[in-house]
């Protein structure tokens, strides 16, 4: 059974773009003895921290923790304005040292399975890896809330950037995964709230096969390198989506390559 009130409050990180879209989600809890825990730390724009600094001070709230579900910039690159503005906040994160030197905060590690409390409530750390090597959903059981970073988006797909770590067979994982919890909501980094999880995950699940079906016939058609493949599918799209359209490409050459389907030669790939 679970709980009806669990209600997160949105802030946006105010970074729209081609890849973010309005921009990133950032979720705020508090708790009822005035304890706060954020769940991704956006990229240090001013209007969020005010935003972010105005919601505490008018609960007569204290941020004591930051959840970041990866190292991408546009989740974890607000953390040093954040530990500027809040030096008592711990930052948790699952480690991806390479990566998360660059924002020079003291990272304290997160493994999956590892129950972290904010703002007086217990989120459950989901290491799913795929779209990033680190990952992480943060899962609500007594709501059935899952805060998924980027796995998915309503009414988008999300892109496997197999240059920094991406791995499509993780990724499908990941949302098989998901699927097996039986989520009543999820709340993404990107988009609105989806409260018809399993629809959604079923969706991601089919439109990856899709894609895979499409990269098989672009080869058989005697398309041979990524850009040609990408560009025989994704005719049309903007130029500013290509370099994504490419990235998710070779992730999905990558896993039929793995499961003995595709081969690359030279950067020349064959059945």
Known sequence: MFVTRFEPQLLTAHNPGPMTGPG????????GE???GLIDAGVGESAHLEELTWTLDARSARLERVLVTHGHR??????????????????????????????????????DGDVIVAAEEPLTALHTPGHSPDHM??????SGTIF????????????????????LAQYLASLERLLTLAPRRLLPAHGP??????????????????????VLDALRAGHDTVQAIAESIYDGLAPALMPA??????????????????????GRWTL
């Open 24 to 31: 990133n989600n950032t979720y705020l809890l508090i708790g």
């Open 193 to 214: 709230a989806i409260d018809d999880p399993r629809t959604v995950l079923l969706g991601y699940l089919e439109h990856r096969r899709q894609r895979e079906r499409q």
């Open 148 to 167: 998924t970073g980027d796995l998915v988006a309503q009414g988008s797909s999300v892109m496997i950037h197999w240059s920094r770590g991406g791995d």
């Open 137 to 142: 959903a943060f899962w609500h059981r007594p």
């Open 74 to 111: 546009d989740h974890a690159g607000g953390a040093p304005a954040i530990a500027a503005a809040f030096p008592e906040a711990v930052f948790t994160k699952y480690p991806w040292p390479e990566e998360d030197a660059q924002y020079g905060v003291a990272w304290r590690s997160a493994g």
């Open 34 to 36: 005035g304890s706060a």
């Open 245 to 266: 359209a490419r990235e998710n490409v070779r992730a999905h050459l990558e896993k039929l390559r793995t499961d003995g389907r595709a081969a690359n030669e030279d």
